[in-house]
């Protein structure tokens, strides 16, 4: 199977991550058989940089999958692969990180991942499960002794680098201020229909890099839109391209110096999501993707309510 060359970028910890990454997670999750399989099979077409979380589900059918490429020699050796997982909300407190990231590690069967993010700038009381949130279960969240505990797991050698994730301007600054080691991610909802340009700009001064997650408008999830892969926009520059909308949306992205986090379990499309690196989108394209309407996905309204820290969106999202 012919496998396509992805391009690395350095983040600021020295580390490499190939510029596209393949995400594990969906809801309904799949049966680990298909996980595995999918997985299996976008390390076969050249996928090296995988996104899992402890809240995914997905950690150990990956951990099999990077121990089979291994096996059958499609992989010669681990650091091939760059693993992001996620501290959950329930282990976002001072004396937890460590063992949440020291479990996700014993569920991938890894000695270290490459990336560790705060999943939300959101703790939630441990022991609870599902999206529906009650009075107390939404705490006031520990930003500078969580980052502590953060930081502490890369000096360990668990995680080759840490970052954040749904993080914007604000809660970034603040983490900033007590920081000794700087983010090197800050994974977010980003598309041509959500371009987050200033939270861009802020990551740009900060040398914290940008990874996207929801690249195509999470169509088929249960919060997600066809708001990017129907845009009218993208497909007049998709047809003068000659190339796909989705191909356009995700090249968009890479040309805003930003990770696609792409996510499908269908071969042929998996393949296509990695053809977007031998071509470029004019100026022209680029400057009409500025007229596309603006609109955020995922709202996170479970995270807002009365009686917990985000009474508001702008609480949660600054």
Same mark, same amino acid.
């Given at each position: ?8 970028? *350095? ?15 969906? *809801? ?10 999918? @997985? ?39 650091? %091939?692969?760059?693993?992001?997982? #996620? ?9 937890? =990180?460590?063992?949440?990231?020291? #479990?996700?590690?014993?569920?991938? +069967?890894? !000695? ?24 107390? !279960? ?29 993080? +914007?301007?604000? #809660? ?12 090197? =991610?800050?994974? *977010? ?12 700009? @802020?990551?740009? %001064? ?12 999470? $169509?088929?999830? =249960? ?38 986090? *792409? ?9 296509? $999501? ?9 100026? !022209?394209? =680029? ?27 702008? !609480?949660?999202?600054?």
């Amino acid at each position: 199977m012919e496998q396509i060359i992805v391009p690395n970028v *350095v983040l600021n910890s020295g580390h490499k991550i190939p510029n596209i990454g393949y995400g594990t997670g969906t *809801v309904p999750l799949p049966p680990y058989e298909e996980l595995f399989s999918a @997985f299996t099979e976008a390390i076969q077409v050249g996928y090296r940089h995988f996104d899992t979380a402890a809240y995914y589900g997905s950690e150990e059918a990956l951990g099999h999958a990077i121990a089979h490429a291994l096996e059958q020699g499609v992989i010669k050796s681990r650091s %091939e692969i760059f693993v992001t997982t #996620k501290l959950w909300c329930t282990d976002a407190n001072p004396g937890l =990180v460590i063992p949440a990231l020291k #479990k996700s590690l014993e569920t991938l +069967g890894l !000695d270290y991942v490459d990336l560790y993010l705060i999943h939300f700038p959101v703790r939630l009381r441990q022991g609870i499960k599902g999206i529906q949130y009650h009075k107390g !279960d939404i705490l006031p969240f520990d930003m500078k002794g969580t980052w502590e505990d953060m930081e502490q797991c890369s000096e360990l050698g668990l995680t080759k680098s840490i970052g954040v994730s749904n993080f +914007g301007v604000r #809660k970034l600054s603040e983490l900033l201020q007590d920081a000794t080691i700087t983010p090197a =991610v800050n994974q *977010v909802e980003l598309n041509a229909s959500w371009q987050q340009g200033d939270l861009r700009k @802020f990551c740009k %001064e900060k040398g914290i890099h940008v990874c996207a997650w929801s690249p195509l408008g999470a $169509n088929g999830a =249960v919060w997600g839109s066809r708001a990017v892969i129907d845009n009218p926009i993208l497909k007049d520059i998709a047809i003068s391209t000659g190339k796909s909308v989705a191909k356009v949306a995700l090249r968009w992205i890479i040309q805003q110096g930003v990770t696609p986090i *792409v996510k499908s379990f269908n071969k042929e499309r998996m393949k296509e $999501n990695l053809q977007i690196f031998d071509f470029e989108l004019s100026e !022209d394209d =680029v400057e009409k993707t500025k007229q596309i309407p603006q609109h955020r996905a995922f709202r996170g309204e479970r995270f807002i309510t009365d009686h917990g820290p985000f009474k508001t969106m702008e !609480d949660l999202w600054d």
